[in-house]
């Protein structure tokens, strides 16, 4: 029988070079930043179970990551209000691109890219003008950027694409910021969040906002379903004695569902919720807070909070199938789901607030 070895050979000799996949990265099934130690920054790539499969280095904090459906790369976010995106080539490590947001611009941590990997769609922040933007790079030729246009709203801090492969759903989560003010929220009695549905070329499709009652609960972190199910994930931004909703759930022309806990286990959230996935064969969706260390799971389809999981510093959070991939500040990646956690294990870093599902072609 040919050796792989072997095999990659005569396609050498013949002319044909083959493309490298995720495979040959070890087929990570996530991607996650974390702070080591000595307070250095890495891209990890993690098995199913958690363990390490490499680690890359980040030149400052990073936030989350964008996995190129095919190739095996990576674009790795500064955290907000950052000016920086790196591109990883996730085999050998090298940097592939550095992209710099433009002069007025920065970015949210967050991307997605376009069906077949040519584009990269950035949510940033024209902080002059006050309004959000997508960025448009050029993934297929060197990651140059192309053109922007209109994110619907204010502070698109994540965006995904559709499973039609042709909508991008952003987070608008309607709080005004500016660099030379740091991280301080210079609207928050004005604030208007949304979500808003937009083709490829910027054209709006859909959009809803929630009730005026809860204008300061800004939208933030999205997870998209197969049957194009849009879950996000809500931070109030107002008095936390009035504990609202920190969970929706929305299909593209309809109304939002919002969803919580019991009093008891959603007050434990205080109002913030870090992170969200989906878990497709389960019907269930996740909300984690770092600030409550609590993670909460919920059944799509009746809205019933299933469980409430408790951990120190807990925000990755990841479908796995049988249950949720779990990252804490602490080090520790857990498998949980609706019964109970099912296995725990610690590394020597600190994870930060996200677990990147690499996509399966």
């Not at 013949?14 to 991607?31: I, R, S």
């Not at 879950?231 to 919580?260: K, S, V």
């Not at 909460?296 to 009746?302: A, E, G, I, P, W």
Request: aromatic share 6%; hydrophobic share 40%; charged share 20%.
């Amino acid at each position: 029988m040919t050796s792989r070895r072997g095999f990659l050979a005569g396609l050498l000799a013949a002319g044909v070079v083959p493309k490298p996949g995720w495979a040959d990265a070890g087929d990570p099934a996530y991607l996650t930043a974390a702070r080591l130690p000595d307070r250095s920054y890495w891209l990890f790539g993690l098995t199913e179970t958690g363990d390490e499969l490499f680690r890359l280095p980040l030149p400052d904090r990073g936030h989350a990551a964008a996995a190129h459906p095919a190739r095996p790369e990576a674009v790795a976010f500064a955290r907000r209000p950052g000016t920086f995106a790196v591109v990883i080539d996730c085999v050998t490590g090298a940097s592939k691109a550095v992209l710099e947001s433009p002069p007025g611009r920065h970015f949210y941590g967050h991307g997605a890219f376009s069906a077949d990997g040519g584009l990269l769609f950035a949510p940033e922040n024209d902080y002059k003008a006050a309004r959000g933007v997508i960025g448009i790079w050029d993934a297929a030729r060197g990651y140059a950027r192309l053109g922007e246009f209109s994110s619907g709203g204010v502070g698109p801090h994540d965006a995904r694409l559709l499973p039609d492969g042709e909508t991008i759903v952003v987070a608008n989560g309607g709080i005004e910021t500016h660099p030379e003010a740091g991280r301080t929220k210079l609207n928050l009695s004005t604030m208007r969040p949304n979500l808003t549905y937009l083709r490829l070329d910027g054209t709006a499709v859909d959009q809803t906002e929630l009730d005026p009652a809860l204008h300061r609960n800004s939208i933030r972190h999205l997870a998209v379903g197969p049957d194009g199910l849009v879950a996000f994930a809500m931070q109030w931004e107002g008095d936390l004695a009035a504990h609202p909703p920190l969970l929706g759930l929305h299909r593209m022309g309809g109304t939002p569902r919002l969803l919580a806990a019991g009093d008891e286990d959603h007050r434990r959230m205080q109002g913030y919720a870090g992170s969200i996935a989906l878990a497709p064969a389960s019907g269930q969706v996740a909300i984690t807070s770092p600030r409550g260390g609590l993670v909460q799971m919920f059944d799509t389809v009746t809205g019933t909070c299933l469980a409430s999981h408790a951990g120190p510093d807990v925000c990755g959070v990841s479908d796995a199938g049988r249950g949720f991939l779990i990252t804490a500040g602490t080090g520790i990646v857990s498998l949980a789901g609706a019964q109970g956690e099912i296995w725990r294990r610690r590394h020597a870093c600190q994870w930060d607030n996200h677990l990147v599902r690499v996509a399966r072609g």
